[in-house]
């Protein structure tokens, strides 16, 4: 009970021998308001000091850190040319918000500050753990150097600044403009001034949807484009290891490591994590307004500030649980990350309960229904085991030596055809158990607690979200560490430590995709049931026409997002291969290294003739690598337009052409059809991608093993880059298309109200 005790006490109150004791003195609505941001403002004190803490470990050899910079360089390179384009984006929709707010009575001018607000939050925490990342990987190399642990805590500390960096400048930002509006509209005096107040913070989610559309689709491009060049033509055709110095797209795939996995997951969780508390406090507002006996100490508004204080605990709970991994040489990594958000989960679950039964009313009455502050308490719980659920289940069909991903290997043997038809087959009966895990979640916590239940739900799932991306952006640290490491030609002890880490890694990173996909699906609908209270909506029939229109072009949505994401990859991937063959070709040191290579197969460096090995230390330094991240850049940034007008402009379409009521069918459908497609894409990449790494490591098949540069690898690798567009950038995408078309309809559902 210390640890409850110490949580509430910092949030206004303390259980002392039993008693509860209420410190509403200085925790009233006003001082409440002002406190909450100062949770926020912790979280980035805390990555402050996480981000000395990695810069005082060394770089290591000179080489390592000519490797490093030029990763962060490129990292940089496209997050500049990227928010480029953004600024002019967010700018032109924040003039045509605010003056759409101006001239509608449910709504106001302040609106576009909120968006850009929102927009330059998530771009923030994006940039921050973007610059942490790449500050990290090449620590964790030479930390390898030393030890595991040592190795551990390096990567852990970058990932730890992602994390808390994303729910300090969520609940800073969020919170400081609620008390700025709440203050500017007189919120709690009553009457339509909190709807008001409401309705221009949705623009905040807006903002960080726009941010992570573009992040998740331009960063997506960019990763694959590079990998799928680097492994098609370094791994198969040249026949070089991964990660080796003289594939000229190795850095640009280390770059893309960073702008995929570290800012887009990142801009991704922001999205969710803000989206999650706006529609809760909005379904709060609405239960408070339409509920009969609500009585509590917060001007009988507790269901409203209730997100925002469990997303203070959650800073808190997050914080504590970073402390708690560590690991000794030789030990599990996955345990001791497990550790560290176990405990941050339980604790979280002990300090939630304590702050519903200190804020909210024991019971009330709402629609005809008796609802509890318990109930609302074991929502949030559906919601915590939900998310950890579907992430175990995600983990089954991926991860390495699990029965689904053995099934792709074995019929590997046969070619690359049999290969892709198990992948698929995989990737669809995955879909089964998540979805019946959230239809569960949903119904439960609908009886719990009704409609705000399901949003305190997905506010319950995100909760932990500091330390859950920190163990989902420890995974690229990892990989970069190891890439580093191999690029750097450092003994193979070090490269054992990077990849035992980078293992552990993929399997949280599995499990953050199906984590990540959970908590879009559950946000998705808390977004949806407040665009039906905003819009005044009580009944949507699909029988009728336009929902029923409505309804199948959101479920097409998906697959022509998809489609484009697919092309994008498709059309970058192929200019990043022309580029690595010229290399290949035209460069004669890269030319005149791969022959020695080639001749010396599965020999050490060591055995090789004095005269092969200086020409292979000239030939390192050759391969043209800039080249290869201008061409992911520029693809990037050119292919994710087409996507992200889809996106916003579908919704804005069917509102004001068709009403209301039919963008309800359309968010209907895009959501069960979106949810289906990401669980199908990004399983079965993860299936095909552990399937390759099996026969790598080497796997036995019929008393024969196969390993590197055998048939059945070369089968892997084709479903592997199959694969690797679908996990890495359509499958986590459609995350943010849920999220984003239901916060758009949300930003227009005062303009368009019944």
Not at 195 to 201: A, C, D, E, K
Not at 401 to 425: F, M, W
């Amino acid at each position: 009970m210390l640890l409850s005790k110490v949580c509430i006490y910092v949030l206004g109150g303390f259980y002392h021998n039993g008693l509860k004791i209420s410190l509403t003195y200085y925790m009233n609505i006003d001082n409440l308001v002002l406190i909450i941001p100062v949770f926020g403002a912790l979280a980035l004190v805390f990555t402050w000091w996480k981000t000395k803490q990695i810069n005082a470990h060394s770089e290591g050899t000179p080489r390592m850190a000519k490797i490093a910079s030029s990763i962060q360089e490129g990292a940089m390179a496209f997050l500049k040319a990227e928010y480029k384009i953004l600024f002019i984006f967010v700018i032109a929709v924040a003039v045509l918000l605010g003056w759409s707010g101006s001239n509608n009575p449910n709504s106001h001018a302040f609106v576009a500050i909120s968006f850009v607000v929102g927009a330059f939050c998530s771009a923030l925490a994006g940039y921050l753990g973007m610059v942490v990342a790449t500050k990290a990987n090449v620590r964790t190399t030479n930390a390898a150097r030393e030890s595991l642990g040592k190795a551990l805590e390096v990567a852990f500390a970058g990932g730890s600044v992602m994390g808390l960096g994303v729910v300090g400048l969520g609940i800073l930002g969020l919170g400081g403009l609620f008390a700025f509006f709440a203050d500017s509209f007189k919120a709690f005096e009553g009457g339509e001034a909190l709807n008001t107040t409401l309705s221009v913070l949705t623009g905040f989610s807006f903002g960080a949807s726009s941010i992570a559309l573009f992040a998740r689709v331009g960063g997506g491009i960019y990763t694959k484009a590079a990998d799928v060049g680097a492994d098609l033509v370094g791994k198969v055709e040249a026949g070089i290891p991964e990660d080796h110095p003289l594939n000229p797209a190795t850095i640009a795939d280390n770059v893309g490591d960073n702008v995929g996995d570290v800012a887009g997951m990142g801009a991704d969780l922001f999205e969710s994590y803000v989206g999650s508390i706006i529609g809760t406090m909005i379904l709060g507002a609405a239960m408070v307004a339409g509920a009969t006996n609500f009585q509590d100490e917060l001007n009988n508004l507790s269901p409203v500030f209730l997100p925002l204080i469990l997303g203070a605990i959650g800073i808190v709970t997050s914080i504590i649980g970073t402390f708690l991994v560590k690991v000794k040489d030789g030990g599990d990594p996955h345990k001791a990350l497990n550790q560290g958000e176990f405990a941050s989960s339980i604790l979280m679950i002990i300090c939630s309960y304590i702050a519903i039964n200190h804020f909210m009313p024991e019971s009330w009455n709402y629609g005809g229904n008796e609802y509890t502050s318990d109930g609302v308490f074991f929502a949030i719980i559906i919601g915590l085991i939900a998310g950890l659920a579907i992430g175990k289940i995600t983990e089954h069909y991926t991860g390495t030596g699990t029965k689904p991903v053995k099934s792709i290997v074995e019929q590997s043997v046969t070619g690359s055809a049999t290969n892709i038809i198990a992948g698929l087959g995989i990737g669809m009966i995955s879909t089964t158990f998540p979805i019946l895990i959230l239809a569960a979640t949903v119904v439960g916590a609908y009886e719990l607690a009704g409609l705000y239940g399901i949003a305190i739900a997905a506010v319950g799932m995100l909760s932990n979200t500091g330390i859950q991306l920190a163990v989902d952006a420890y995974g690229p640290i990892s990989d970069n560490a190891g890439g580093i490491a191999e690029m750097s030609e450092l003994p193979s002890e070090v490269r054992q430590r990077t990849d035992k880490l980078d293992a552990v890694g993929n399997t949280t990173a599995a499990i953050g995709k199906g984590f990540a996909i959970g908590s879009a699906a559950l946000t998705a609908l808390a977004l949806f049931a407040a665009f039906k209270e905003t819009a005044g909506i009580d009944v949507i029939d699909v029988s009728t026409p336009k929902v029923m229109a409505g309804l199948f072009i959101g479920s097409m949505l998906p697959f022509l997002f998809s489609a484009l994401a697919m092309g994008a990859v498709g059309r970058a991937a192929m200019a990043m291969i022309q580029e690595v063959r010229r290399q290949f070709k035209e460069i004669p040191a890269l030319k005149s290294a791969l022959v020695i290579m080639s001749k010396n197969d599965g020999k050490p460096s060591s055995e090789w003739s004095e005269d092969e090995r200086v020409k292979f230390d000239e030939a390192i330094d050759s391969a043209e690598y800039g080249k290869c991240v201008e061409i992911s850049t520029q693809s990037a940034i050119k292919e994710m337009v087409a996507p992200g007008l889809v996106a916003i402009l579908t919704p804005v379409a069917i509102g004001f052409g068709g009403g209301a009521v039919m963008l309800g069918g359309l968010l209907a459908g895009v959501t069960a059809s979106g949810v289906l497609m990401a669980l199908f894409q990004s399983n079965a990449g993860g299936a095909w991608d552990n399937a390759k790494k099996m026969v790598e490591e080497g796997y036995e098949i019929g008393g024969e093993k196969y390993g590197k540069g055998s048939d059945v690898h070369k089968a892997t690798v084709v479903g592997d880059t199959v694969g690797d567009p679908l996990k890495d950038t359509s499958g986590p995408s459609l995350n943010i298309l849920l999220k984003l078309m239901s916060v758009v309809a949300l930003v227009m559902a005062p303009f368009i109200k019944v």
